[in-house]
């Protein structure tokens, strides 16, 4: 168990819909980062939060946005959904920020969009 | 672009043997190094970390060992058992980005 948690575990919803991924960090790490896992396209790197900042932007559509609140969670929003969008999403977190900084994965949010 | 890849898709090795699993980088300003494994259902847990400035880094059963002329990267199981059969991945960092490599599927036969 990494400390990690993310809910709901699994998600089944329609094209076009809109839902909302949640990810607690282990205590006392200030960095969140989530991560899309499909069969296509490997373990792609969507976006990071430092302390309720954005830190770092990678392959994240502009139909899916994140945020990290005071509390230190963070939410992932994915909107107009499409088939593609079908995947895990994982989310990991990290004490600090940058190199150098371990991070330790939660169990994953499986998404079907049907 | 920039990429992390892996040689070999698939890994089957006998129980007690030792297994090595590659990995090749193409970015040499990376300065962390990670390798996970990833089991059925599970998310990736870190195994081991190395730094640019190191060229060997050793845990418990596994090394990790850097080549930047090459820009090579491995990961070496000794006497590999059944729990080791996962995905593996091999990552690596430059500031806050973070690149996965596909991923190597070890099988570990009884």
């Known amino acids: 168990d990494s400390g990690v948690t993310q809910t709901p575990k699994h998600l089944i919803t329609a094209t076009g819909q809109r839902v909302t991924l949640r990810c607690s960090p282990r205590?006392?790490?200030?960095?969140v980062y989530w991560y899309q896992q499909s069969l296509d396209q490997g373990l792609q790197f969507l976006i990071q939060?430092?302390?309720?900042?954005?830190?770092a932007k990678g392959n994240i559509l502009e139909r899916f946005s994140a945020q990290q609140f005071p509390d230190l969670h963070s939410e992932l929003n994915l909107s107009s959904l499409e088939l593609g969008d079908s995947a895990l999403y994982f989310c990991?977190?990290?004490?600090?920020?940058?190199?150098?900084?371990?991070?330790?994965f939660g169990p994953g949010t499986r998404l079907t969009v049907l | 672009g920039e990429s992390v890849g892996l040689h070999l898709p698939t890994l089957s090795v006998q129980e007690g043997d030792n297994s090595i699993i590659n990995c090749a980088y193409s970015?040499?300003?990376?300065?962390?190094f990670i390798w996970y494994k990833q089991e059925s259902g599970k998310g990736p847990q870190f195994i081991i970390d190395?730094?640019?400035?190191?060229d060997k880094r050793q845990g418990q059963r596994v090394t990790v060992l850097l080549n930047k002329t090459v820009k090579h990267l491995s990961l070496q199981i000794a006497a590999t058992q059944p729990g080791d059969s996962a995905v593996y991945f091999c990552?690596?960092?430059?500031?806050?980005?973070?690149?996965f490599g596909p991923g190597t599927s070890l099988s570990v036969i009884p």
């Open positions: 990991a977190s990290s004490v600090y920020s940058g190199s150098s900084n371990t991070q330790y």
């Open positions: 205590s006392g790490d200030l960095s």
């Open positions: 939060y430092y302390n309720g900042e954005e830190r």
């Open positions: 970015n040499s300003a990376s300065d962390y």
């Open positions: 190395i730094r640019s400035n190191m």
């Open positions: 990552a690596e960092t430059s500031y806050d980005k973070v690149i």
